[in-house]
């Protein structure tokens, strides 16, 4: 299975058969110095917005690489709905281990959310330094998740909502608000079967708690603003594992996988 490296200033063109495209920097040295990249070899490339290509090794300097492209690699868009993962911020890495399983399971975007009951806080003192690192982190996770999963798009990595503003998310009616939570009388597997059905459905959102779980409050509004509260399963998972699972549910409903 070939390797996939991003250069995402390249477009269509770029990536076309006969283009012979270099990669440098920080995506070049890690190629060269650490995964031993070798003249030769056949490799993918892509700019990280949906387009790949195919080529082989054409030469390799300490820092940089060059490939020629012979390929042009088609990926077919996803069926249903795009899938969003609200993840409230966690202790520890757990938010982290679900950016990065929630994009190798075809995630389109994710959010942070920082929750009433969020150990993980990047608000306060150094909030905004807080916020734009956690961001920069998540990115990276979900780049380098990417490419394990040689997937031709990265999702996209949202600026951090509030409570208010995935309250706001539920009001379109194109748009479903799905809440991960034990109090939901309907499973999630049931509701995505419904849901599969319909054609006016262009998002789905699935919300996950901190470790902590939800304040009332916070179900309550959310509930309110129109959101449906489900029921993943008879365990409770933890945050980090619940999106990842929630995905491949909506994956499997929505004929994506």
Not at 50 to 73: H, Q, T
Not at 226 to 255: H, K, M, Q, W, Y
């Amino acid at each position: 299975m070939a390797n996939l490296y991003y250069r995402e200033d390249l477009d269509d063109a770029d990536l076309a058969p006969g283009s012979l495209v270099e990669v440098g920097g920080e995506e070049g040295r890690h190629a060269v110095r650490v995964s031993r990249l070798r003249t030769g070899e056949r490799i993918l490339v892509g700019n990280g917005a949906g387009a790949l290509g195919e080529g082989v090794v054409d030469a390799v300097a300490k820092d940089r690489f060059a490939v020629r492209i012979d390929r042009e690699v088609s990926r077919p868009t996803p069926r249903g709905p795009r899938l969003v993962l609200v993840q409230a911020l966690a202790k520890g890495d757990r938010d982290e281990r679900a950016v990065e399983q929630a994009t190798e399971f075809g995630v389109d975007a994710i959010v942070p959310w920082q929750a009433a009951r969020s150990v993980s806080r990047w608000d306060g003192a150094g909030g905004e330094e807080k916020a734009a690192k956690g961001l920069a982190k998540w990115r990276r996770i979900a780049r380098e998740a990417s490419k394990q999963s040689l997937r031709a798009s990265i999702p996209e990595i949202r600026e951090p909502e509030t409570l208010d503003g995935l309250c706001g998310l539920a009001a379109r009616e194109d748009r479903a608000v799905v809440v991960l939570h034990p109090r939901g009388s309907d499973r999630l597997s049931e509701w995505a079967g419904t849901a599969a059905a319909s054609d006016e459905l262009r998002e789905t959102v699935l919300v996950v708690g901190p470790e902590g779980g939800f304040a009332d409050a916070e179900l309550d509004a959310l509930e309110a603003a129109g959101a449906e509260v489900l029921l993943l399963g008879d365990t409770v998972l933890r945050t980090s594992s619940a999106g990842p699972a929630a995905i491949a549910v909506l994956n499997a409903a929505f004929a994506r996988w």
